[in-house]
């Protein structure tokens, strides 16, 4: 699907004020941030089409996308896994054969007898899949969320079989688990009674806490909460005293919410009446308004806040806007303006082979043979914010809440120092009309000789696949291997000294990165020298390029698609069962040796 852009904003001027304030003169610079503020976070149902197949067997585009971010702020990013299919879910120590008797790491099934209008799965997954992430981390350094089941808050043995597998698997890398996803909705999904409230939900919390209490985990101090989303707000949770009651055991105040939904729920939104709310910096605004109580409480009570699940619409998100380039303008303006107000992470949700908001989606099951994955228009967003705040971990944000919704922007200060500033121009408008100059300057300084500049661009808001980061692409339908195509452009831009500015273009639409200094575009930057890239041959091999190093029949059925029937049932602790090809990188060693990933390893320049 294809929307119409909106017509331009009408009475703004060719050129357009920046200017930026000395550190010392703002009161509401963010706290320092880090660069993986930007992350993902991929549906319990889905992490065997995401993440590979088992343990030594990774997916190696997923690798690439993850090494992109890791290669500008020199860590890996966060990734939450857990979703709405993580309450029903259980842990086994074994794999489940799909049709063909191929190992997957996760089982679908559905419960038929107490009903389910949402249609979500119960899942089964293998401890395997706590390996594969220990194995993604040992080559990235990725940091993890994940969610554990709370559908049956006093039969929670297997839970916290999880909590302490993980917990040894990821060890610091872990940062924290979620105990229940979206707790107000149990009761319209009928996974409580109608009347379920607050006090209930804090009566299973606490049941859970006091056995995790006396269990051999040995990090108590681990629990994120309390992820409500819609019929309650975190407002109401906090004034009911969840913070006062369980602030020992939580170290994360996680937060749920998308600004629009696609479910249908009291009526479908056609997409084109959706459309002009995401092309302005008050949609933005309005998302970190709905915070604004919660967060003095959490950072008195020192908790971070992380938005744990977002993306442009819930249900998979709207065709044409959330699969085109509003998406990713949409994503940072958002990103930037909740680190400006002290949240800690923002996560984009990944879902099923349907959804149109994903950041990356893999090919059909039938396809894995010879198509590669598809890039959502989003996924650039992560790699504007990534190189926006940079690998200093120093990087404080301010919205410069500029005279025009259409033309937001961010200054990010390192040190008390100004480094780099976020421009935006919503208008889509390829007349030229709407185009305008940024004119930057610095109060109480000179602006340097040059500044350098890297744009997000498309030809509309509605474009989806011709998109580019600083000259760079990641291609169309089913032609990703997860690393960028083309050479990277950094323009630079001469300022005028004399005047103290810098005029910057902006075309429309557009996002703009300013580098203010040489050192902080230095800072934001892939090696010039070499990657560290992961080939695709054992996993997605086109046609006639040369053998298939897996049986095509895995491929053909690696998406998880276990189909209706009988839960598995076993032990849910360490035994002799099998538990599949595991291979398994402790995360603090360097080494790799011993890892059969299943793709290779190959550093060169892109």
Known sequence: MVVSPPSPPTGLDAQFPIAIQPAASLTNLSMPQKGNFLGFSVELSVVGQILGLNSSFLAPPFLNYIANLKERIGFGPSIRVGGNTQDQSTMYDYTFPDKYGHPQMVYKWYDTVNGNPTGTPNINFAEELIYTMGNITGLLGTTWFFGLQFDQPYNDSNALVVAETIETVLGDHLISLQLGNEPDLYASHLRRPSNYSIQDYFTEFQSYLGNLEASPTSNKKIILGPSVCCDWTTDQVFEAGYLSQFGNYLNVVGLMHYPNNNCAIGGAIAPQDALDAYLTHQSALTFAQLYSGVIPEAEAAGLPLVLLETNTASCGGFPGISDAFTAPLWAIDNALMLASVNLTNMMLHIGGQSDSYNPFTPPPGNMSAYSQWTTGAIYYATLAVAEAIGSS????????????????????????VPTRVALFNYASDDTGASDYQAVVTLAGATVPAEVYVRYLSAPSIAEKFNITWAGQTMGGVFQSDGRLQGTQVTETIECDTTNNQCLIPMRAPSFALVFLSQSALTASSPSTSSTLTFATTSLTKKVGAGNILVNPAVLATMNGEGGPGTRYLGSTGKSNASAGARQFVIPAMGSLLGLA??????AGLR
């Open 597 to 602: 990933i299943g793709c290779v390893l190959a």
């Open 393 to 416: 971990n120093l990087s404080q944000i301010i919205d410069m809440q500029t005279s025009s919704e259409f033309r937001p922007a961010y200054a990010i200060y390192e040190s008390g």
